[in-house]
């Protein structure tokens, strides 16, 4: 054997020897990380098909591309606890994280209200996306990016605002008797909630928040007059349009959205790469659900009530349209006048609105 060799297999011998010793030594700081087990609280029940996706990433996405080292239990509504407690229930570390409607912490978040979505404000899961994450693109337009400024507001209250702006629905009536002009909605008694329930007092009717179980039979009895369920496939699988053949469109929330919230401590904790991991993990499962369920499933649940359960459709138009839009719009300068930061958070949706053309 040559000396050029003899040099050649000591050489490889002893990177091979040295690349044993490297991936030894990473299974071994694999096997010594520390793994994050960790209880998600989610405002929806199992039978939402769309579901599917959030099951998919806590049981497969979450868990290969963390390397078994974040492993999160998913707790359906009630589960745990009530969607109403779930807040404080994230605030004091009794669960990790929560995916809610942020209607929920309007009591204690008074900017809450208008995150969820103002009453004929931000038209498309798109534009809210952009409202929350976009970059400014010079020469062009973005970098509103709200969910600084939100993340700003949550941390006071101890929890990191993680995502929001993604997982979206639409929200709209339903109602038991035609709706012909906006005038027909003084004297109803209807089932909504947050701004909703504003619109609808406002316009001379009466709005009321019961359970969602009870809601049908108080269709039905007559109790009540009218409902939001989010909007065509939330009511849908709800079978409200059992009870009530009239939808009234548009939907006067053209986007709510749930808000991801993760305990400050439990965040501050995590290591530097598992946090995007979670971040985008629940953008992926949020994007997912709005577009394969809520707003798809939405022009879907609407063709299936007409054609198969004579539901009509009541279009708001003229001036029945612009007094409704007109009452929109004085309740978000009384969202405005909840504090300084609620005004700064109105001023924004404005801004963007009228950005995008669709006010003046």
């Known amino acids: 054997m040559t ?8 050489i490889a011998g002893a990177s ?25 609280v989610q405002h929806r029940i199992a039978s939402e098909p769309g579901m599917m996706y959030y099951k998919d990433l806590f049981e497969n996405k979450l868990p290969a591309m963390s390397n ?4 999160i239990k998913m707790y359906w509504s009630g ?7 779930a807040l404080d229930a994230v605030k004091t570390g009794m669960v990790e994280i929560i995916g809610q409607p942020s209607i929920y912490f309007k009591g204690v978040i008074p900017e809450s209200s208008i995150e969820y979505g103002l009453p004929f404000g931000i038209r498309t899961p798109s534009e809210m996306y952009n409202f929350m994450l976009g970059e400014k693109m010079p020469g ?9 400024f939100l993340r700003k507001i949550y941390v006071k209250h101890g929890v990191h605002y993680l995502v929001s702006g993604m997982d979206c629905w639409p929200a709209a009536f339903m109602f038991t008797k035609p709706i012909n002009s906006i005038n027909d909605i003084k004297g109803k008694k209807v089932r909504a ?3 909703m329930i504003t619109w609808i007092e406002k316009l001379g ?11 049908y039979t108080a269709l039905q009895t007559g109790a009540l007059d009218g409902v939001t369920w989010g909007s065509a496939m939330g009511m849908y699988s709800m079978k409200f349009h059992e009870v009530c053949k009239y939808f009234l469109s548009p939907p006067l929330m053209p986007v709510n959205h749930m808000t991801v919230l993760v305990n400050q401590k439990a965040w501050d904790s995590l290591p530097s790469d598992l946090k995007p991991i979670l971040e985008f993990g629940f953008i992926k499962a949020g994007l997912d659900m709005t577009n394969h369920q809520n707003f798809t499933g939405e022009q879907w649940g609407l063709n299936e009530m007409q054609k198969k359960h004579k539901v009509t459709i009541c279009t708001l138009t003229g001036n029945d349209l612009k007094r409704a839009q007109k009452v929109a719009f004085d309740i978000w300068d009384d969202e405005a006048k909840k504090s300084p930061s609620c ?11 009228k950005t995008l053309g669709h006010t003046e």
Do not use: C
């Open 193 to 195: 909630s947050g701004n």
């Open 205 to 215: 009717g009466q709005g009321v928040f019961i359970p969602g179980e009870e809601t």
């Open 79 to 85: 589960d745990l606890v009530k969607n109403t407690e």
């Open 68 to 71: 078994g080292r974040l492993q």
């Open 343 to 353: 005004a700064e958070l109105v001023q924004k949706i404005k801004d963007y609105m």
């Open 3 to 10: 000396k050029t060799r003899r040099d050649f297999l000591k």
């Open 16 to 40: 091979a020897i040295g690349a044993g010793a490297v991936l030894a030594g990473t299974k071994k700081v694999h096997a010594q990380a520390k793994t994050f087990k960790w209880k998600y």
């Open 140 to 148: 062009y337009f973005g970098g509103w990016k709200a969910i600084e």
